[in-house]
Nanobody
Framework: QVQVVESGGGLVQAGGSLRLSCAASGSIFSINSMGWYRQAPGKQRELVGVITSGGSTNYADSVKGRFTISRDNAKNTVYLQMNSLKPEDTAVYYC???????????????WGQGTQVTVSS
């Protein structure tokens, strides 16, 4: 069994910063990519960014230069540092983890429960 738990959301003024964390635990053999998505009210869930097992990152154009994804492989944790936040960044942020549970195993994708980020103007 695998658990994915996010933390760090909250209310912040425009121009401020927040750091989200997402930790995976349980029966994990290896973790491949880890990513962050967000979903604003009335909108579809969209990709924010992703980080591979080798540390390569890719970001949505809307957050490039403001958000940074990093990971701590020893802790099975991915972080999302959000700077220069804007009201349009308001959303529920979800992380996902692509992992295997054994040496020979398919890759499974697990999602966190989501954490609310609200940016006031």
């Amino acid at each position: 069994q695998v658990q994915v738990v996010e933390s760090g959301g909250g209310l912040v003024q425009a121009g401020g910063s927040l750091r989200l964390s997402c930790a995976a635990s349980g029966s994990i053999f290896s973790i491949n990519s880890m990513g962050w998505y967000r979903q604003a009210p009335g909108k579809q869930r969209e990709l924010v960014g992703v980080i591979t097992s080798g540390g390569s990152t890719n970001y949505a154009d809307s957050v490039k230069g403001r958000f940074t994804i990093s990971r701590d492989n020893a802790k099975n944790t991915v972080y999302l540092q959000m700077n220069s936040l804007k009201p349009e960044d308001t959303a529920v942020y979800y992380c996902n983890v692509d992992l295997t549970i054994a040496r020979i195993s398919p890759t499974y994708r697990y999602w966190g429960q989501g954490t609310q980020v609200t940016v006031s103007s």
